[in-house]
């Protein structure tokens, strides 16, 4: 059985090309390829970027980000939360949990995590644990945000 090993992804010209990959399979909308145009500076730049190999081709990826707590809007206590982004599993590949690996490797930093998900992967999300948080229209700005909340964390009321 293949274990999933995420893997923090170097800002590099490499990782650019196995992006390219992703957008080839027809999934320009989750294209982080100007995320890393704009980041591309040295191979040991600060990389929000996060990966699976399956062998040497790059199946599955995300972005991480932490946000400092005083542009918290979402969680109580008032602290560091995550946001998650471009969760994008190639679809050969979906289905075997590589998803979930990444989403279990953010979850691993014990920090809450807000996520605006993709149309029709709202099962995905409820597995994981994720809930819809309650709209406020002038702080979600017509997204719907998603929360995953630690131990001792709830959402702002």
Same mark, same amino acid.
């Given at each position: 059985m293949y274990t999933a090993k995420v893997e923090k992804?170097?800002?590099?010209?490499?990782? /650019? #090309?196995?992006? &390219?990959?992703?957008?080839?399979?027809?999934? =320009?909308?989750?294209?982080?390829?100007?995320? %890393?145009?704009?980041?591309i500076i040295e191979n040991d730049s600060v990389s929000p970027f996060y990966g699976i190999f399956f062998g040497d081709k790059l199946v599955a990826r995300m972005s991480l980000y932490r946000v400092d707590k005083k542009f918290n809007?979402?969680?109580?206590?008032?602290?560091?939360? /995550? #946001?998650?982004? &471009?969760?994008?599993?190639?679809?050969?590949? =979906?289905?075997?949990?590589?998803?979930?690996? %990444?989403?279990?490797?953010?979850?691993?930093?014990?920090?809450?995590?807000?996520?605006?998900?993709r149309v029709k992967s709202s099962e995905f999300w409820e597995k994981m644990g994720f809930t819809p948080a309650a709209y406020n229209m002038e702080r979600d700005l017509g997204e719907n945000p998603l929360l995953w909340f630690p131990k001792g964390v709830h959402e702002i009321d």
């Open positions: 992804l170097l800002v590099n010209y490499k990782t /650019l #090309e196995e992006f &390219k990959a992703f957008k080839e399979y027809g999934l =320009q909308e989750l294209s982080m390829l100007e995320d %890393l145009e704009s980041n809007k979402y969680f109580e206590p008032a602290q560091d939360y /995550l #946001e998650l982004w &471009k969760l994008e599993v190639l679809p050969d590949y =979906q289905k075997k949990g590589f998803g979930k690996a %990444l989403v279990d490797y953010a979850k691993s930093y014990n920090l809450p995590i807000k996520t605006n998900p």
